[in-house]
């Protein structure tokens, strides 16, 4: 029996970029292959061209043992590929059941079947168990639900080849376990799959066999149940990967945040810790606990009902982001798309664009100052671009990040408030990350840390807080914690010390 997918030496260039130097790979009915590498690896360019977005240069593509050449995404999608980008690519005015048919809605005669429409999309999304109204506004959902919305429009189809991007970046615990299980189901009615993670063990329980890219050329592959992650790590990377949480020796000091009761309009309900100089603070807690509203509630996004805000020894509650970053507060946000780059604009704007100062004179920006220090700044974060005025839209989601998490240290800024600051990030430049983390608690910065993985806070932190349905419930240093006790605290089972319990 012929392979589902079978690619041959694929090429794309880009100018003088070649984002794809030569991949080649399969996949079986049924089966699900992971496909692994650092961001800007290919990975992204590789998925747009099996999708329809871009036409390779040079190479084959066969599916189901026919050739294969989509010429955009919706001929992708009558063949029977869909594909799932980490990137939320939904129309926020539009409903739930309408942007899941979007493009492809049922009808007759021109008119658009409402009914049919919902139909179809309740059921692709009762098979995630979702709990999605259909008529919701898709702007009126959380992220996590969004990218449940994003899942169920690949699925509404029936795909016979399905490509998930991250698509657990941004979900629960419970809803990639729902993930999972739908994942499973299709792959035994003869669906395959292309799985993209940066979490090497979502790899291993979703697949049977892997594909390493690195440089845009396949490097290597195999069976996931007999090969050592280390050796797939040094597949990815081009060397050998020590440690993958790195700690650099740094001294705790005094408090230099100080958060009382702190309530918002719906969230949190209830929040306090205490920051200090040189500390790294994890925040955990289920997706919708109340992490990120705190967060913005402290940097003066969100408005504060009641509780109080101590910054730099002043009690200074109610405020804006302006003045928290005057003051040497500075906020890296969950969603970058929307709130955390100009995607439009070149890497040096958004780099610099809260602190113009150094590259400035009599008002003006400094061409060559401002080329310099992006370009000092792109190289101390690993970022791997055209140079510096590339749109940053134009980078992979992890090459993103890195400039956003950039800006705040450009800034100088004594307080970090980072939002799930290593989402979309390969494995190694999430080292790369901790060791940024690390080095700015040494110099005496305080960070605080929003994350839904475990093992990075136990990893990196000092302190975890966990927060339950808007509360923080307790704070504790992190040799006091391990993951049955984290989740136990943020499902509201026990916030009891856990000092008892061996340690992972």
Same mark, same amino acid.
């Given at each position: 029996?012929?392979?589902?997918?079978?690619?041959?030496?694929?090429?794309?260039?880009?100018? /003088?970029?070649?984002?794809?130097?030569?991949?080649?790979?399969?996949?079986?009915?049924?089966?699900?292959?992971?496909?692994?590498? %650092?961001?800007?690896? *290919?990975?992204?360019?590789?998925?747009?061209?099996?999708?329809?977005?871009?036409?390779?240069?040079?190479?084959?593509?066969?599916?189901?043992?026919?050739?294969?050449?989509?010429?955009?995404? +919706?001929?992708?999608?009558?063949?029977?590929?869909?594909?799932?980008?980490?990137?939320?690519?939904?129309?926020?005015?539009?409903?739930?059941?309408?942007?899941?048919?979007?493009?492809?809605?049922? *009808?007759?005669?021109?008119?658009?079947?409402?009914?049919?429409?919902?139909?179809?999309?309740?059921?692709?999304?009762?098979?995630?168990?979702?709990?999605?109204?259909?008529?919701?506004?898709?702007?009126?959902?959380?992220?996590?639900?969004?990218?449940?919305?994003?899942?169920?429009?690949?699925?509404?189809?029936?795909?016979?080849?399905?490509?998930?991007?991250?698509?657990?970046?941004?979900?629960?615990?419970?809803?990639?376990?729902?993930?999972?299980?739908?994942?499973?189901?299709?792959?035994?009615?003869?669906?395959?799959?292309?799985?993209?993670?940066?979490?090497?063990?979502?790899?291993?329980?979703?697949?049977?066999?892997?594909?390493?890219?690195?440089?845009?050329?396949?490097?290597?592959?195999?069976?996931?149940?007999?090969?050592?992650?280390?050796?797939?790590?040094?597949?990815?990377?081009?060397?050998?990967?020590?440690?993958?949480?790195?700690?650099?020796?740094?001294?705790?000091?005094?408090?230099?945040?100080?958060?009382?009761?702190?309530?918002?309009? %719906?969230?949190?309900?209830?929040?306090?810790?205490?920051?200090?100089? *040189?500390?790294?603070?994890?925040?955990?807690? +289920?997706?919708?606990?109340?992490?990120?509203?705190?967060?913005?509630?402290?940097?003066?996004?969100?408005?504060?009902?009641?509780?109080?805000?101590?910054?730099?020894?002043?009690?200074?509650?109610?405020?804006?982001?302006?003045?928290?970053?005057?003051?040497?507060?500075?906020?890296?946000?969950?969603?970058?798309?929307?709130?955390?780059?100009?995607?439009?604009?070149?890497?040096?704007?958004?780099?610099?664009?809260?602190?113009?100062?150094?590259?400035?004179?009599?008002?003006?920006?400094?061409?060559?100052?401002?080329?310099?220090?992006?370009?000092?700044?792109?190289?101390?974060?690993?970022?791997?671009?055209?140079?510096?005025?590339?749109?940053?839209?134009?980078?992979? *989601?992890?090459?993103?990040?890195?400039?956003?998490?950039?800006?705040?240290?450009?800034?100088?800024?004594?307080?970090?408030?980072?939002?799930?600051?290593?989402?979309?990030?390969?494995?190694?430049?999430?080292?790369?990350?901790?060791?940024?983390?690390?080095? /700015? /608690?040494?110099?005496?910065?305080?960070?605080?840390?929003?994350?839904?993985?475990?093992?990075?806070?136990?990893?990196?932190?000092?302190?975890?807080?966990?927060?339950?349905?808007?509360?923080?419930?307790?704070?504790?240093?992190?040799?006091?914690?391990?993951?049955?006790?984290?989740?136990?605290?943020?499902?509201?089972?026990?916030?009891?010390?856990?000092?008892?319990?061996?340690?992972?």
């Amino acid at each position: 029996m012929s392979q589902r997918l079978e690619l041959a030496g694929i090429r794309k260039a880009f100018g /003088a970029t070649q984002a794809l130097g030569g991949v080649s790979l399969d996949v079986g009915p049924g089966e699900a292959l992971a496909v692994i590498g %650092e961001n800007g690896a *290919g990975k992204s360019t590789l998925m747009k061209v099996l999708s329809g977005a871009h036409r390779p240069d040079e190479g084959s593509m066969r599916l189901d043992g026919e050739p294969y050449a989509p010429g955009d995404p +919706l001929e992708a999608r009558r063949r029977g590929v869909a594909m799932i980008y980490q990137e939320l690519n939904l129309a926020p005015h539009l409903s739930v059941a309408e942007n899941i048919v979007l493009g492809v809605e049922p *009808g007759r005669f021109g008119w658009v079947d409402g009914r049919r429409r919902r139909e179809q999309a309740r059921r692709a999304l009762d098979e995630l168990q979702s709990g999605i109204d259909p008529d919701a506004p898709v702007s009126s959902l959380t992220i996590a639900r969004q990218q449940l919305v994003e899942i169920a429009r690949a699925l509404v189809h029936e795909p016979r080849l399905l490509i998930l991007d991250e698509p657990t970046s941004s979900l629960t615990g419970v809803d990639v376990s729902h993930l999972f299980k739908v994942l499973d189901r299709l792959r035994r009615r003869g669906v395959s799959l292309l799985y993209i993670s940066h979490f090497l063990e979502e790899c291993q329980t979703v697949c049977t066999r892997f594909t390493v890219l690195r440089d845009g050329k396949t490097v290597a592959g195999g069976e996931l149940a007999t090969t050592p992650l280390p050796e797939i790590i040094r597949a990815m990377v081009g060397r050998e990967v020590k440690d993958l949480f790195p700690r650099t020796p740094h001294e705790i000091g005094a408090p230099v945040l100080e958060v009382h009761d702190l309530a918002g309009r %719906e969230k949190p309900r209830r929040a306090g810790f205490t920051l200090r100089a *040189g500390e790294i603070l994890g925040v955990f807690g +289920l997706v919708g606990a109340g992490r990120t509203e705190t967060l913005r509630a402290v940097f003066g996004l969100d408005p504060v009902d009641s509780g109080e805000v101590v910054f730099g020894g002043r009690k200074q509650t109610s405020t804006t982001p302006q003045r928290r970053l005057r003051s040497g507060m500075a906020l890296l946000s969950e969603d970058r798309k929307q709130e955390g780059l100009l995607l439009n604009r070149g890497i040096a704007e958004n780099l610099l664009l809260t602190r113009l100062g150094p590259v400035s004179s009599c008002g003006f920006v400094r061409p060559k100052a401002e080329s310099r220090t992006t370009l000092d700044w792109m190289e101390r974060l690993e970022v791997r671009a055209q140079n510096e005025r590339q749109p940053i839209g134009e980078l992979s *989601g992890g090459n993103q990040q890195k400039v956003a998490f950039g800006r705040l240290l450009y800034h100088d800024a004594r307080v970090l408030l980072l939002d799930e600051p290593t989402r979309g990030i390969d494995v190694g430049s999430k080292a790369a990350i901790y060791r940024r983390i690390g080095q /700015a /608690a040494a110099e005496g910065r305080a960070v605080a840390i929003v994350s839904s993985y475990i093992p990075e806070l136990i990893g990196v932190c000092d302190t975890i807080a966990v927060m339950c349905r808007g509360e923080i419930v307790a704070v504790r240093p992190v040799s006091e914690w391990n993951q049955h006790a984290l989740v136990a605290a943020a499902i509201g089972q026990s916030t009891e010390s856990p000092a008892t319990v061996p340690v992972s």
